[in-house]
């Protein structure tokens, strides 16, 4: 979904997982927050997108704690507004 060579040269990096009771609410959810990747990416962090069958993995780099922490907080509101908007369908 969303590598991004950018992604794996930080020195900062969290793992966020979103478990789903569904392989296909988790495709949802990835497929609308992996669009982001490379978008909203700073000069201090970014971020890569996966599906792990029944999961979304947010992948969030940066350069320091505080942009890490931002990059977190972003993403979690994506897949946040992901879910809700995919629970609509």
Avoid at 9 to 34: G, I, N, Q
Avoid at 45 to 61: G, M, N
């Amino acid at each position: 979904m969303g590598d991004s060579s950018d992604a794996t040269v930080r020195p900062h990096d969290a793992t966020l997982r979103f478990e789903y009771d569904s392989s296909a609410r988790a495709r949802a959810v990835a497929c609308a927050v992996a669009q982001e990747v490379g978008e909203i990416d700073g000069d201090r962090s970014a971020a890569t997108v996966d599906r792990d069958d029944a999961a979304v993995v947010v992948r969030v780099v940066a350069d320091d704690l505080v942009a890490l922490r931002a990059g977190c907080n972003t993403w979690g509101s994506l897949v946040e507004v992901a879910e809700r908007t995919s629970g609509l369908a």
